[in-house]
């Protein structure tokens, strides 16, 4: 009895042991997960996280959409430009001036699709700029800075916004308008320049007919040569007398223009002259 008595208390202290270190286990696994829960950004359970694959990639496809929405209304419509008129406010003059930097930016995309709309996270300066690539270190950014003020203003500062304010923004949104398609024309100039064409009279494969063809011509083209400006043909003379029997004997023609020479052609001419005068000596 005395020789078992060890051998539970060793299993009873095992197990005694092995139960605290679940459940410091557990403690601690639990106190993880909460510091983690509480720590993280998202929600505890993620929307869509029991749904199919597919489906659960729509959903968060059409979560990652929301950071891209973009709506900005119309702000005076007929009901409220009612009101508005009626009663003294000094809100209708910046709903207007709102009004009307949304109505110009849709104009400018009318007349060029290659024009976008303001992203969420682009603030009126560098929208602008971006329409302008060229204004930035010029005299015209100051121009864009001033807009860009009287824009916040109208939109974000306590400070009144009346009929005077309201004309000086229009007057710097008529500016910054005609800017932007100065520099559109400018930079399509650019890409597509101007190409000069002539028409010349050629003669075409009838009999005696002409055509006309149209070539086109670069404004920085260079003018072409004339044959008469082409300097004239230098002779190079024999530095030898020896050179031009040989080559008068051999063949009678110069190498280069293939023409009779003199002194070649000469001889031919004298020889067939003096056998006839031989035959009449003779007869």
């Given at each position: 009895?005395?020789?078992?008595?060890?051998?539970?208390?060793?299993?009873?202290?095992?197990?005694?042991?092995?139960?605290?270190f679940?459940?410091l286990?557990?403690?601690?696994?639990?106190?993880?997960?909460?510091?983690?829960?509480?720590?993280?950004?998202?929600?505890?359970?993620?929307?869509?996280?029991?749904?199919?694959?597919?489906?659960?990639?729509?959903i968060q496809?059409?979560?990652?959409?929301?950071?891209?929405?973009?709506?900005?209304?119309t702000?005076?419509?007929?009901?409220?430009?009612?009101?508005?008129?009626?009663?003294?406010?000094?809100?209708?003059?910046?709903?207007?001036?709102?009004?009307?930097?949304?109505?110009?930016?849709?104009?400018?995309?009318?007349?060029?699709n290659?024009?976008?709309?303001?992203?969420?996270?682009?603030?009126?300066?560098?929208?602008?700029?971006?329409?302008?690539?060229?204004?930035p270190?010029t005299p015209?950014?100051?121009l864009?800075?001033?807009?860009?003020?009287?824009?916040?203003?109208?939109?974000?500062?306590p400070?009144?916004?009346?009929?005077?304010?309201?004309v000086?923004?229009?007057?710097?949104?008529?500016?910054?308008?005609?800017?932007?398609?100065?520099?559109?024309?400018?930079?399509?100039?650019?890409?597509?320049?101007?190409?000069e064409t002539?028409?010349?009279?050629?003669?075409?494969?009838?009999?005696?007919?002409?055509?006309?063809?149209?070539?086109?011509?670069?404004?920085?083209?260079?003018?072409?040569?004339?044959?008469?400006?082409?300097?004239?043909?230098?002779?190079?003379?024999?530095?030898?007398?020896?050179?031009?029997?040989?080559?008068?004997k051999s063949?009678?023609?110069?190498?280069?223009?293939?023409?009779?020479?003199?002194?070649?052609?000469?001889?031919?001419?004298?020889?067939?002259?003096?056998?006839?005068?031989?035959?009449?000596?003779?007869v």
């Open positions: 009895m005395a020789a078992e008595l060890p051998v539970v208390t060793v299993v009873l202290f095992i197990a005694s042991g092995t139960l605290v679940i459940l286990f557990l403690f601690a696994k639990r106190q993880i997960m909460r510091f983690a829960l509480k720590s993280a950004r998202k929600p505890h359970i993620s929307i869509g996280a029991d749904a199919p694959r597919e489906l659960r990639d729509e496809r059409r979560l990652g959409l929301v950071q891209t929405v973009r709506f900005e209304p702000l005076l419509s007929e009901r409220v430009q009612d009101v508005a008129t009626t009663v003294p406010n000094h809100y209708y003059c910046r709903m207007k001036a709102l009004d009307a930097f949304t109505n110009a930016v849709e104009c400018l995309r009318g007349q060029d290659s024009i976008t709309l303001r992203s969420t996270k682009q603030t009126i300066q560098l929208y602008l700029f971006s329409l302008c690539p060229s204004a270190g015209q950014a100051q864009v800075h001033q807009f860009c003020h009287a824009y916040n203003r109208a939109r974000h500062n400070a009144i916004f009346g009929d005077a304010e309201f000086n923004y229009m007057e710097l949104l008529d500016r910054v308008i005609r800017l932007v398609k100065t520099d559109q024309q400018r930079r399509l100039s650019l890409l597509n320049p101007a190409v002539e028409v010349r009279l050629c003669k075409g494969p009838g009999q005696g007919g002409e055509a006309a063809e149209t070539v086109p011509r670069a404004s920085n083209m260079k003018r072409r040569k004339r044959p008469s400006d082409n300097p004239p043909p230098v002779s190079v003379r024999p530095e030898h007398i020896e050179q031009i029997s040989l080559v008068d063949s009678g023609y110069s190498s280069t223009d293939h023409s009779s020479s003199g002194r070649g052609s000469a001889e031919r001419l004298i020889s067939p002259q003096l056998s006839v005068t031989q035959r009449d000596e003779a």
